[in-house]
T-cell receptor
Framework: GAGVSQTPSNKVTEKGKYVELRCDPI?????LYWYRQSLGQGPEFLIY????????DSGLPNDRFFAVRPEGSVSTLKIQRTERGDSAVYLC?????????????FGPGTRLLVL | DAKTTQPPSMDCAEGRAANLPCNHS???????VYWYRQIHSQGPQYIIH???NNETNEMASLIITEDRKSSTLILPHATLRDTAVYYC??????????FGKGTKLSVKP
C-alpha cells in the first residue's frame, strides 16, 4: 500500500518568508510525528500528534514553528519568518496508534533551503 | 540528548556478517530498543526492535544483553545495499524517537 508521502520534496525560500510543508500519513494511522534533520545529524523530534491534537510539541524550537492536523490525517508544518538556520530535511512519520511498541514509517522528507 | 552510544563508522565485507554495537546503560525497564537505518537521501527505515529477549526477523537479529545496557544488531550477510547510517534508539513511552548520530556502515565488495 501507499506509504507516507511528503510535499514538496524540495523547497527553496528566502529569509523571512513563510513556508508550509505537508505530510500524508499511511491511511488509518492515528499517530503522526514530525522530525528535523540537519546535515550530518540524526533526526530531531519536533512534534507528535495523536489524532487531531498535538500530544507533545516539546521539540518545536520556537514560536515560529507550528503544526496542525485538523482532520486527524494530513498534517502541515508551518514555519514563519524563516531563517537560514531552518535549512534542513523535515521528516514525517506515522504509526497505527502511537506508543513505544509501534514501528514508525517515515516519508522521504522535504528538503528546505532558506537563502 | 540521545540515550545511546554507537561507533561513528564501521566497515564490513560484502557477504560477511555486520555486527553493530550500541550502549544504552541508562535504559529504563519499560523502554524498548529500536534500530532504524537511513540510506542516503531517504527517510529512516525500521529494522527491528526488542525489550528484553533477542529478536530476529527477515532483515536482522537483535541481541540484547541480560542487563539491557547494550545490544548488537546483526546483519547476517551484508550486501552493498546495506550501506547506510544505522541508528540505535531507546524509545520513550509515547514513541517519539530520540536519534543520535548513528553508525555509518560501509559494505565493501
Amino acid at each position: 500500500g501507499a506509504g507516507v508521502s511528503q510535499t514538496p520534496s524540495n523547497k527553496v525560500t528566502e529569509k523571512g518568508k513563510y513556508v508550509e510543508l505537508r505530510c500524508d500519513p499511511i491511511s488509518g494511522h492515528t499517530a503522526l510525528y514530525w522530525y528535523r534533520q540537519s546535515l550530518g545529524q540524526g533526526p530531531e523530534f519536533l512534534i507528535y500528534f495523536q489524532g487531531t491534537g498535538a500530544a507533545d510539541d516539546s521539540g518545536l524550537p520556537n514560536d515560529r514553528f507550528f503544526a496542525v492536523r485538523p482532520e486527524g490525517s494530513v498534517s502541515t508544518l508551518k514555519i514563519q519568518r524563516t531563517e537560514r538556520g531552518d535549512s534542513a530535511v523535515y521528516l514525517c512519520a506515522s504509526s497505527l496508534y502511537g506508543g513505544a511498541q509501534e514501528t514508525q514509517y517515515f516519508g522521504p522528507g522535504t528538503r528546505l533551503l532558506v537563502l | 540528548d540521545a540515550k545511546t552510544t554507537q561507533p561513528p563508522s564501521m566497515d564490513c565485507a560484502e557477504g560477511r556478517a555486520a555486527n553493530l554495537p550500541c550502549n544504552h546503560s541508562t535504559i529504563s525497564g519499560n523502554e524498548y530498543v529500536y534500530w532504524y537505518r537511513q540510506i542516503h537521501s531517504q527517510g529512516p527505515q525500521y529494522i527491528i526492535h526488542g525489550l528484553k529477549n533477542n529478536e530476529t526477523n527477515e532483515m536482522a537479529s537483535l541481541i540484547i544483553t541480560e542487563d539491557r545496557k547494550s545490544s548488537t544488531l546483526i546483519l547476517p550477510h551484508a550486501t552493498l545495499r546495506d550501506t547506510a547510517v544505522y541508528y540505535c534508539i531507546v524509545t520513550l513511552l509515547q514513541g517519539n524517537l530520540i536519534f543520535g548520530k548513528g553508525t555509518k556502515l560501509s559494505v565493501k565488495p
